[in-house]
C-alpha cells in the first residue's frame, strides 16, 4: 500500500487520531507529549500513531496534511493543528466538544452498523 493511502486509511478510520513522536504513555518530544496530555484531558478514545517508528508517514504526512511539523490532530478527517492549537483550543473550551462530538458520532456509527 502506498503511504499515502495508508495515511488516508488511518484518517478515515479513526474519528480521533493524533499523529506523534512516540506514544501517549510515553511520548518522545515535549509538543508530543503535550498533545497526548491535552487530549487525555478531554476524556475519549483516541488512536494514535508513532511517527519514529513510521518514517513513511513521517515523511509524507507534513506534505499531504500541507503542515510541517508533528504532532498533528486528525478530527472527523479534518487536520486541526498541533501543540500550539490544540492548547490554545483547550483553553478556550472549543476543543472538548469537538472531541466528544467526534466520540459520539463514532459510536453511533459502530451500533448503525
Known amino acids: 500500500m502506498e503511504t499515502i493511502d495508508k495515511i488516508k486509511q488511518q484518517i478515515a478510520e479513526n474519528p480521533i487520531l493524533l ?11 515535549g509538543f508530543s507529549s503535550q498533545a497526548a496530555q491535552i487530549m487525555m484531558s478531554c476524556g475519549e478514545q483516541f488512536a494514535y500513531v508513532d511517527i519514529l517508528q513510521n518514517p513513511d508517514i513521517r515523511a509524507e504526512l507534513p506534505k499531504y496534511a500541507d503542515w510541517p ?8 478527517g479534518e487536520l486541526i ?11 478556550q473550551g472549543e476543543l472538548q466538544p469537538l472531541v ?3 466520540a459520539e458520532r463514532a459510536q453511533t456509527d459502530k451500533t448503525d452498523d
Do not use: H, N, R
Open 100 to 102: 466528544k462530538e467526534a
Open 69 to 76: 511539523t508533528f504532532p498533528q490532530l486528525w478530527v472527523d
Open 81 to 91: 493543528g498541533g501543540s500550539d492549537i490544540l492548547m490554545e483550543m483547550y483553553q
Open 19 to 29: 499523529y506523534m513522536k512516540g506514544s501517549p504513555k510515553l511520548p518522545s518530544c
